[in-house]
């Protein structure tokens, strides 16, 4: 029970972490841009976020295989029986559908824009990420 709360704790400090960054990188370009594809820097901005964590998983579910393993193979020869099998390797993680979030990504570009200031501006774009990936993304 503690496992899962403290998963989704972290998953959900992610969340904010991946909507905070992508806030800034989107505001910044609308800043810069009347022409901005939000859904792709959103994407971008998951992808990258993301990819380092989910190799520390597959590296720790890896070292634990190998020590289940040899864990393995020593009860095989103290018992003297046959060693087993080798494990299954890994065969990857499931990811979260992207394209399909940030296909319902929408922020205009705010009118009065030139009033807002980049830190207002943020601060709305953040508003809108939050709102639409509540509505499609639980972890």
Not at 37 to 55: G, K, L, N, Q, Y
Not at 99 to 104: A, C, G, L, V, Y
């Amino acid at each position: 029970m503690a496992t899962a709360f403290w998963n989704a704790h972290r998953a959900n400090a992610m969340q904010r972490a991946i909507i905070n960054v992508a806030a800034q990188h989107i505001g910044a370009a609308l800043l810069e841009s009347d022409n901005v594809d939000i859904a792709s820097i959103f994407a971008e901005t998951f992808t990258r976020m993301i990819a380092e964590p989910v190799a520390a998983t597959l590296r720790s579910i890896e070292q634990t295989r190998e020590a289940l393993a040899k864990a393995m193979e020593i009860g095989a020869s103290a018992s003297g029986r046959a060693a087993p099998d080798e494990l299954p390797k890994p065969a990857g993680m499931p990811m979260v559908d992207i394209n399909e979030i940030s296909k319902q990504i929408v922020i205009g570009k705010p009118a009065m824009l030139s009033l807002l200031g980049k830190g207002m501006l943020i601060s709305h774009v953040r508003r809108k990420l939050e709102t639409t990936i509540a509505l499609c993304w639980s972890f």
